[in-house]
Antibody, heavy 123, light 107 residues
């Protein structure tokens, strides 16, 4: 069964750092693009960033709101995806989801999602 | 950035009703459009990709259509388990963006 399980969320002070993890199972992580998406309380979904697959050298893309503060990485040997978050702000408070992205005609859409992990940025 | 505008923001319908949700992109995105279902406490679920292709395992009462800038998600016969918030999302270019969501309630 294809599954994604996020962990690492919690309460952090403004300006602090946190690393989220996403454990993948049921598929070979290195073959797929992977995304992080978040949902702030009472708000809609917001794309955070993407890492491409091994064939595309694991290159990354980020939303403007997190660029320079968040870093996506992966350890394919551990079948894990990570989101390193620094200089956290109150507006980063959200549920964070990881998602697998699959290609259709060379364009990638998110086909499998995890249940999310909650990050709260507050003093 | 491409803006995705969904309407309505919420609706209430009866079991068995036909429900239609629309999504408009601020510029053409070909058919690089997905629809997701979001229920509280659950993982978002992919319903439709490439505007009209049904994700494996999704009931056939869900369908999508459109191309360019205007898209629709249709639930042909609403079921109690369809109570959720639905989002459109484009994957034509970066940044990927989502519509604001449509909350579907069962009367």
């Amino acid at each position: 069964e294809v599954q994604l399980v996020e962990s690492g969320g919690g309460l952090v002070q403004p300006g602090g750092s946190l690393r989220l993890s996403c454990a993948a199972s049921g598929f070979t992580l290195s073959d797929f693009y992977m995304d992080w998406v978040r949902q702030a309380p009472g708000k809609g979904l917001e794309w955070v960033g993407r890492t491409r697959n091994k064939a595309r050298s694991y290159t990354t893309e980020y939303a403007a709101s997190v660029k320079g503060r968040f870093t996506i990485s992966r350890d394919d040997s551990e079948n894990s995806l990570y989101l390193q978050m620094t200089s956290l702000k109150a507006e980063d408070t959200a549920v964070y989801f990881c998602a697998r992205s699959t290609a259709v005609n060379s364009y990638y859409y998110m086909d499998v999602w995890g249940k999310g992990t909650t990050v709260t940025v507050s003093s | 950035d491409i803006q995705m505008t969904q309407s309505p923001s919420s609706l209430s319908a009866s079991v068995g009703d036909r429900v239609t949700i629309t999504c408009r992109a601020s510029q053409g995105i070909s058919n690089y459009l997905a629809w997701l279902q979001r229920k509280p406490g659950k993982a978002p679920k992919s319903l439709i990709y490439a505007a009209s292709s049904l994700q494996s395992g999704v009931p056939s009462r869900f369908s999508g259509s459109g191309s360019g800038t205007d898209f629709t998600l249709t639930i042909s016969s609403l079921q109690p388990e369809d109570s959720a918030t639905y989002y459109c999302q484009h994957y034509n270019s970066y940044p990927l963006t989502f519509g604001g969501g449509t909350k579907v309630e069962i009367k």
